[in-house]
T-cell receptor, first 111, second 116 residues
Framework: SQQGEEDPQALSIQEGENATMNCSYK?????LQWYRQNSGRGLVHLIL?????REKHSGRLRVTLDTSKKSSSLLITASRAADTASYFC???????????FGKGTMLLVSP | GAGVSQTPSNKVTEKGKYVELRCDPI?????LYWYRQSLGQGPEFLIY????????DSGLPNDRFFAVRPEGSVSTLKIQRTERGDSAVYLC??????????????FGPGTRLTVL
């Protein structure tokens, strides 16, 4: 079963623009992770945010977490064509548990 | 170093046949996971190994699915009497040590299974 639900399902932007995608989940979590998937490199871990954190940065990525709303957002700044991929959020209930993925957001960045 | 590898990359079979999918984890990783990803969906957990034993097989959909990891390294996912609904990409992931909190999982490229 899917725990996370990403929004939007698909997003199309121009290079240089920012991309924001959201994830909502249903149960309490220990942490939430974002993954990227494209045909060239498979599924790649991007960033992890713990339940006691509100915001985290990694390069051009910014992740926020609102546990009261059970939601997270992923912001990619100054997007590049190479950012074209599907992005998934995945929740970890205990910190040691298996991941539950959402359905993903397909991002298309046009040159 | 080498990442997680999976073979074959593509497998086409007929309904009712038996298939085996192989996963080679990153060397030294004790935890190994199998996921299944249907078209337009995110990966869904199937089974997790810590060493040689299946620590959690709660995601296996039915008894036609079975996985082994006899020496704590390579794992094989086995599907008996395949059905068209089994068509999906089967992903394998490994991590260093599941007993470490927030241990990052590294995914392989997947095996695309098509059941005709």
């Amino acid at each position: 079963s899917q725990q996370g639900e990403e929004d939007p399902q698909a997003l199309s932007i121009q290079e240089g623009e920012n991309a924001t995608m959201n994830c909502s989940y249903k149960t309490s979590i220990n942490n939430l992770q974002w993954y990227r998937q494209n045909s060239g490199r498979g599924l790649v871990h991007l960033i992890l945010i713990r339940s006691n954190e509100r915001e985290k940065h990694s390069g051009r990525l910014r992740v926020t977490l609102d546990t009261s709303k059970k939601s997270s957002s992923l912001l990619i700044t100054a997007s590049r064509a190479a950012d074209t991929a599907s992005y998934f959020c995945a929740t970890d209930v205990s910190g040691y548990s298996t991941l539950t993925f959402g359905k993903g957001t397909m991002l298309l960045v046009s040159p | 170093g080498a990442g997680v590898s999976q073979t074959p990359s593509n497998k086409v079979t007929e309904k009712g046949k038996y298939v085996e999918l192989r996963c080679d984890p990153i060397s030294g990783h004790t935890a190994l996971y199998w996921y299944r990803q249907s078209l337009g969906q995110g990966p869904e957990f199937l089974i997790y190994f810590q060493g040689t034993g299946a620590a959690d097989d709660s995601g296996l959909p039915n008894d036609r699915f079975f996985a082994v990891r006899p020496e704590g390294s390579v794992s094989t996912l086995k599907i008996q009497r395949t059905e068209r609904g089994d068509s999906a990409v089967y992903l394998c992931a490994s991590s260093l040590d599941r007993d470490r909190p927030e241990d990052t999982q590294y995914f392989g490229p997947g095996t695309r299974l098509t059941v005709l």
